[in-house]
Protein backbone atom coordinates (compact mmCIF):
# COMPACT_ATOMS: atom_id res chain seq x y z
CA UNK A 1 0.00 0.00 0.00
CA UNK A 2 1.43 2.60 -0.95
CA UNK A 3 1.53 5.94 0.87
CA UNK A 4 -0.11 7.98 -1.93
CA UNK A 5 -2.82 5.74 -1.42
CA UNK A 6 -2.93 6.42 2.08
CA UNK A 7 -3.26 10.06 2.21
CA UNK A 8 -5.71 9.85 -0.62
CA UNK A 9 -8.04 7.76 1.83
CA UNK A 10 -7.07 10.33 4.28
CA UNK A 11 -8.50 13.43 2.34
CA UNK A 12 -11.44 11.90 1.28
CA UNK A 13 -14.40 14.29 1.98
CA UNK A 14 -16.74 12.91 4.74
CA UNK A 15 -20.08 11.61 3.61
CA UNK A 16 -23.19 13.74 3.88
CA UNK A 17 -25.51 11.31 5.83
CA UNK A 18 -28.17 12.97 5.85
CA UNK A 19 -28.25 13.78 1.88
CA UNK A 20 -26.99 9.99 1.65
CA UNK A 21 -30.00 8.75 3.31
CA UNK A 22 -32.58 11.04 1.55
CA UNK A 23 -31.26 10.05 -1.88
CA UNK A 24 -31.69 6.46 -0.66
CA UNK A 25 -35.21 7.49 0.47
CA UNK A 26 -36.17 9.63 -2.67
CA UNK A 27 -34.87 6.67 -4.98
CA UNK A 28 -36.57 4.20 -3.37
CA UNK A 29 -40.06 5.50 -3.66
CA UNK A 30 -39.78 5.02 -7.67
CA UNK A 31 -42.52 3.30 -9.46
CA UNK A 32 -41.88 1.35 -12.76
CA UNK A 33 -43.99 0.03 -15.35
CA UNK A 34 -45.71 -3.67 -15.17
CA UNK A 35 -43.29 -4.80 -18.31
CA UNK A 36 -39.99 -2.70 -16.31
CA UNK A 37 -41.05 -4.81 -13.54
CA UNK A 38 -41.61 -8.15 -15.38
CA UNK A 39 -37.67 -7.43 -16.77
CA UNK A 40 -36.62 -6.16 -13.54
CA UNK A 41 -38.31 -9.55 -11.85
CA UNK A 42 -36.14 -11.49 -13.97
CA UNK A 43 -32.89 -9.59 -14.05
CA UNK A 44 -32.90 -9.86 -9.94
CA UNK A 45 -33.24 -13.80 -10.48
CA UNK A 46 -30.25 -13.90 -12.40
CA UNK A 47 -28.24 -11.81 -10.30
CA UNK A 48 -29.22 -13.97 -7.22
CA UNK A 49 -26.19 -15.86 -5.31
CA UNK A 50 -27.87 -18.30 -3.88
CA UNK A 51 -26.39 -18.82 -0.59
CA UNK A 52 -26.81 -21.41 2.38
CA UNK A 53 -23.81 -20.54 5.06
CA UNK A 54 -24.94 -22.80 7.91
CA UNK A 55 -23.05 -25.23 10.68
CA UNK A 56 -25.73 -27.76 10.10
CA UNK A 57 -25.29 -27.61 5.84
CA UNK A 58 -25.02 -30.62 4.00
CA UNK A 59 -24.17 -32.26 0.98
CA UNK A 60 -28.16 -33.20 0.13
CA UNK A 61 -28.94 -29.74 1.21
CA UNK A 62 -26.36 -27.95 -0.97
CA UNK A 63 -27.01 -29.90 -3.81
CA UNK A 64 -30.66 -29.06 -3.53
CA UNK A 65 -29.94 -25.52 -3.66
CA UNK A 66 -27.88 -25.83 -6.40
CA UNK A 67 -30.36 -28.10 -8.50
CA UNK A 68 -32.87 -25.19 -7.34
CA UNK A 69 -30.04 -22.25 -8.41
CA UNK A 70 -29.77 -24.39 -12.11
CA UNK A 71 -33.83 -24.06 -12.48
CA UNK A 72 -35.39 -21.81 -10.12
CA UNK A 73 -38.63 -22.87 -11.80
CA UNK A 74 -38.46 -26.08 -13.35
CA UNK A 75 -41.81 -25.52 -14.39
CA UNK A 76 -41.64 -22.64 -16.48
CA UNK A 77 -37.98 -22.98 -19.39
CA UNK A 78 -38.10 -19.24 -19.37
CA UNK A 79 -37.32 -18.82 -16.08
CA UNK A 80 -33.70 -17.61 -15.48
CA UNK A 81 -30.66 -19.50 -13.87
CA UNK A 82 -29.60 -17.58 -10.65
CA UNK A 83 -25.76 -16.26 -10.65
CA UNK A 84 -24.35 -18.78 -8.33
CA UNK A 85 -24.49 -20.82 -4.98
CA UNK A 86 -21.86 -19.71 -2.43
CA UNK A 87 -21.53 -22.36 0.42
CA UNK A 88 -18.34 -23.10 2.69
CA UNK A 89 -15.24 -24.57 1.08
CA UNK A 90 -15.85 -27.47 2.32
CA UNK A 91 -19.64 -28.35 0.20
CA UNK A 92 -17.77 -26.50 -2.88
CA UNK A 93 -17.39 -29.93 -4.15
CA UNK A 94 -20.95 -31.10 -4.00
CA UNK A 95 -22.62 -27.65 -5.71
CA UNK A 96 -20.13 -28.33 -8.81
CA UNK A 97 -21.23 -31.71 -9.22
CA UNK A 98 -23.96 -30.47 -9.96
CA UNK A 99 -24.30 -27.34 -11.52
CA UNK A 100 -20.77 -28.36 -13.98
CA UNK A 101 -19.77 -24.98 -15.32
CA UNK A 102 -23.30 -23.57 -16.04
CA UNK A 103 -23.36 -21.32 -12.80
CA UNK A 104 -20.46 -19.79 -10.63
CA UNK A 105 -19.49 -21.65 -7.34
CA UNK A 106 -18.76 -19.19 -4.71
CA UNK A 107 -17.04 -19.83 -1.65
CA UNK A 108 -16.67 -18.02 1.51
CA UNK A 109 -12.95 -17.91 2.81
CA UNK A 110 -10.41 -16.27 4.81
CA UNK A 111 -12.25 -17.18 8.47
CA UNK A 112 -14.88 -16.35 7.46
CA UNK A 113 -17.20 -14.48 9.13
CA UNK A 114 -14.98 -13.00 11.43
CA UNK A 115 -12.09 -12.77 9.48
CA UNK A 116 -9.85 -13.71 12.63
CA UNK A 117 -6.87 -15.87 11.63
CA UNK A 118 -3.53 -15.73 10.75
CA UNK A 119 -2.70 -14.62 6.81
CA UNK A 120 -1.08 -18.32 6.09
CA UNK A 121 -4.85 -19.64 7.31
CA UNK A 122 -6.72 -17.21 4.82
CA UNK A 123 -4.13 -18.30 2.06
CA UNK A 124 -4.62 -21.55 2.74
CA UNK A 125 -8.51 -21.19 2.96
CA UNK A 126 -8.65 -19.62 -0.45
CA UNK A 127 -6.30 -21.94 -2.26
CA UNK A 128 -8.32 -24.94 -0.94
CA UNK A 129 -11.72 -23.10 -2.03
CA UNK A 130 -9.59 -22.95 -5.65
CA UNK A 131 -8.97 -26.48 -6.06
CA UNK A 132 -12.25 -27.78 -4.62
CA UNK A 133 -13.57 -25.68 -7.56
CA UNK A 134 -14.95 -22.83 -6.76
CA UNK A 135 -14.41 -19.73 -9.72
CA UNK A 136 -15.49 -16.75 -7.09
CA UNK A 137 -14.11 -16.36 -3.32
CA UNK A 138 -16.01 -14.36 -1.02
CA UNK A 139 -13.49 -12.88 1.66
CA UNK A 140 -13.71 -10.97 4.67
CA UNK A 141 -11.30 -7.97 6.08
CA UNK A 142 -9.61 -7.75 8.91
CA UNK A 143 -11.90 -5.10 10.35
CA UNK A 144 -10.36 -5.03 13.74
CA UNK A 145 -7.33 -3.65 11.90
CA UNK A 146 -8.96 -1.12 9.60
CA UNK A 147 -11.09 0.26 12.58
CA UNK A 148 -7.56 0.72 14.90
CA UNK A 149 -5.98 2.31 11.39
CA UNK A 150 -4.07 -0.37 9.87
CA UNK A 151 -4.82 0.39 6.13
CA UNK A 152 -1.69 -1.45 5.08
CA UNK A 153 -2.24 -4.88 6.55
CA UNK A 154 -5.67 -4.64 5.40
CA UNK A 155 -4.67 -3.91 1.72
CA UNK A 156 -2.02 -6.52 2.15
CA UNK A 157 -4.26 -9.31 3.14
CA UNK A 158 -6.45 -8.74 0.40
CA UNK A 159 -3.89 -8.88 -2.07
CA UNK A 160 -2.42 -11.59 -1.01
CA UNK A 161 -5.56 -13.31 -1.27
CA UNK A 162 -6.22 -12.51 -5.11
CA UNK A 163 -3.14 -13.60 -5.81
CA UNK A 164 -4.08 -17.21 -3.89
CA UNK A 165 -7.26 -16.96 -5.60
CA UNK A 166 -5.93 -17.15 -8.87
CA UNK A 167 -8.24 -16.94 -12.03
CA UNK A 168 -11.32 -16.84 -9.47
CA UNK A 169 -13.32 -13.41 -8.65
CA UNK A 170 -12.79 -11.85 -5.17
CA UNK A 171 -15.46 -10.59 -3.59
CA UNK A 172 -14.43 -8.59 -0.68
CA UNK A 173 -16.48 -8.32 2.40
CA UNK A 174 -16.80 -4.81 3.75
CA UNK A 175 -19.17 -5.89 6.87
CA UNK A 176 -20.50 -2.29 6.92
CA UNK A 177 -21.95 -3.12 9.97
CA UNK A 178 -18.97 -2.68 12.03
CA UNK A 179 -17.44 -0.16 10.04
CA UNK A 180 -19.67 2.30 12.20
CA UNK A 181 -19.46 5.31 9.22
CA UNK A 182 -20.22 5.76 5.99
CA UNK A 183 -17.03 7.65 5.99
CA UNK A 184 -15.28 4.70 7.15
CA UNK A 185 -17.31 2.32 5.06
CA UNK A 186 -16.39 4.65 1.25
CA UNK A 187 -12.63 4.01 2.73
CA UNK A 188 -12.81 -0.07 2.79
CA UNK A 189 -14.13 0.70 -0.47
CA UNK A 190 -11.47 2.03 -2.07
CA UNK A 191 -8.83 -0.18 -0.12
CA UNK A 192 -10.27 -2.88 -1.74
CA UNK A 193 -10.40 -1.74 -4.93
CA UNK A 194 -6.94 -0.32 -4.87
CA UNK A 195 -5.59 -4.36 -3.53
CA UNK A 196 -7.84 -5.82 -6.61
CA UNK A 197 -11.42 -6.87 -5.32
CA UNK A 198 -13.50 -7.37 -8.43
CA UNK A 199 -16.91 -7.07 -6.10
CA UNK A 200 -17.16 -5.49 -3.17
CA UNK A 201 -19.87 -6.55 -0.88
CA UNK A 202 -21.54 -4.94 1.56
CA UNK A 203 -21.75 -8.07 4.61
CA UNK A 204 -21.53 -11.49 5.59
CA UNK A 205 -25.35 -12.13 6.82
CA UNK A 206 -23.98 -12.61 10.19
CA UNK A 207 -23.78 -9.06 11.38
CA UNK A 208 -26.74 -6.54 11.79
CA UNK A 209 -27.20 -4.18 10.09
CA UNK A 210 -26.13 -5.87 6.60
CA UNK A 211 -27.25 -4.89 3.51
CA UNK A 212 -29.01 -1.25 3.30
CA UNK A 213 -29.89 0.88 0.31
CA UNK A 214 -27.95 3.70 1.67
CA UNK A 215 -24.58 1.68 2.64
CA UNK A 216 -25.35 0.22 -1.40
CA UNK A 217 -25.77 3.36 -2.71
CA UNK A 218 -22.67 4.77 -1.16
CA UNK A 219 -20.21 1.70 -2.53
CA UNK A 220 -22.21 2.15 -5.82
CA UNK A 221 -20.94 5.65 -5.94
CA UNK A 222 -17.56 4.53 -5.04
CA UNK A 223 -17.23 2.02 -7.98
CA UNK A 224 -18.76 4.57 -10.61
CA UNK A 225 -16.03 7.30 -9.15
CA UNK A 226 -13.08 4.42 -9.07
CA UNK A 227 -13.80 3.78 -12.90
CA UNK A 228 -13.94 6.85 -14.09
CA UNK A 229 -10.48 7.14 -12.12
CA UNK A 230 -8.64 4.41 -12.99
CA UNK A 231 -10.85 3.12 -16.65
CA UNK A 232 -11.47 -0.41 -14.00
CA UNK A 233 -14.94 -1.36 -13.00
CA UNK A 234 -15.71 -3.20 -10.34
CA UNK A 235 -18.86 -5.13 -9.36
CA UNK A 236 -20.89 -4.49 -6.09
CA UNK A 237 -22.95 -7.19 -3.76
CA UNK A 238 -25.22 -6.38 -1.28
CA UNK A 239 -26.16 -9.51 1.25
CA UNK A 240 -27.91 -9.98 4.28
CA UNK A 241 -31.58 -9.01 4.52
CA UNK A 242 -32.91 -8.69 1.12
CA UNK A 243 -35.71 -10.62 1.14
CA UNK A 244 -38.53 -9.53 -1.16
CA UNK A 245 -39.23 -8.41 -4.87
CA UNK A 246 -39.99 -4.79 -3.90
CA UNK A 247 -36.64 -4.76 -1.90
CA UNK A 248 -34.73 -6.36 -4.85
CA UNK A 249 -36.31 -3.69 -7.20
CA UNK A 250 -35.27 -0.78 -5.42
CA UNK A 251 -31.54 -1.82 -5.43
CA UNK A 252 -32.15 -1.98 -9.22
CA UNK A 253 -33.53 1.80 -9.30
CA UNK A 254 -30.37 2.83 -6.89
CA UNK A 255 -27.90 0.85 -9.49
CA UNK A 256 -29.22 2.02 -12.41
CA UNK A 257 -29.51 5.88 -10.78
CA UNK A 258 -26.43 5.83 -9.43
CA UNK A 259 -23.75 3.47 -10.82
CA UNK A 260 -25.88 3.39 -14.44
CA UNK A 261 -26.25 0.31 -16.75
CA UNK A 262 -23.24 -1.14 -17.10
CA UNK A 263 -23.89 -2.20 -13.76
CA UNK A 264 -27.40 -4.28 -14.56
CA UNK A 265 -25.93 -7.43 -15.17
CA UNK A 266 -24.50 -10.11 -13.09
CA UNK A 267 -21.25 -9.68 -14.07
CA UNK A 268 -21.46 -6.87 -11.85
CA UNK A 269 -24.12 -6.48 -9.43
CA UNK A 270 -25.25 -9.58 -7.23
CA UNK A 271 -27.45 -10.16 -4.42
CA UNK A 272 -26.65 -12.33 -1.67
CA UNK A 273 -29.52 -14.09 -0.74
CA UNK A 274 -31.51 -17.09 0.64
CA UNK A 275 -35.07 -16.35 0.63
CA UNK A 276 -34.85 -13.17 -1.61
CA UNK A 277 -35.82 -16.13 -4.49
CA UNK A 278 -38.62 -17.83 -3.22
CA UNK A 279 -40.22 -14.35 -3.31
CA UNK A 280 -38.88 -13.00 -6.34
CA UNK A 281 -40.66 -16.39 -8.21
CA UNK A 282 -43.68 -16.04 -6.71
CA UNK A 283 -43.68 -12.35 -8.08
CA UNK A 284 -42.98 -13.59 -11.39
CA UNK A 285 -45.71 -16.34 -11.19
CA UNK A 286 -48.31 -13.59 -10.58
CA UNK A 287 -47.06 -11.54 -13.06
CA UNK A 288 -47.36 -14.47 -15.78
CA UNK A 289 -50.51 -16.05 -14.29
CA UNK A 290 -52.52 -12.93 -12.63
CA UNK A 291 -53.01 -15.33 -9.61
CA UNK A 292 -50.61 -16.06 -6.59
CA UNK A 293 -49.19 -19.47 -6.28
CA UNK A 294 -49.60 -21.56 -3.38
CA UNK A 295 -46.98 -22.05 -0.56
CA UNK A 296 -46.04 -25.72 -2.30
CA UNK A 297 -45.51 -23.62 -5.38
CA UNK A 298 -41.40 -22.78 -4.75
CA UNK A 299 -39.02 -24.93 -2.15
CA UNK A 300 -38.36 -24.19 1.44
CA UNK A 301 -34.21 -24.04 1.53
Excluded at 147 to 173: C, M, N
Excluded at 189 to 195: C, R, T
Amino acid sequence: MTKTLTAGLDRMPGVDQVGLEARAAQLATRSIKTTSKQWAIDLAISMVDLTTLEGADSPGKVRALATKALRPDPTDPSCPAAAAVCVYPDMVPFVREVVGDRLHVAAVATAFPSGRAPLEVKLADTAAAVAAGADEIDMVIDRGAFLSGDLAKVHEQIVAVKEAAGSAHLKVILETGELQTYDNIRRASWLAMDAGADFIKTSTGKVQPAATLPTTLLMLEAVRDYRIATGRQVGVKPAGGIRTSKDAIKYLVVVNEVAGEDWLDPDWFRFGASSLLNDLLMQRQKMLTGRYSGPDYVTLD
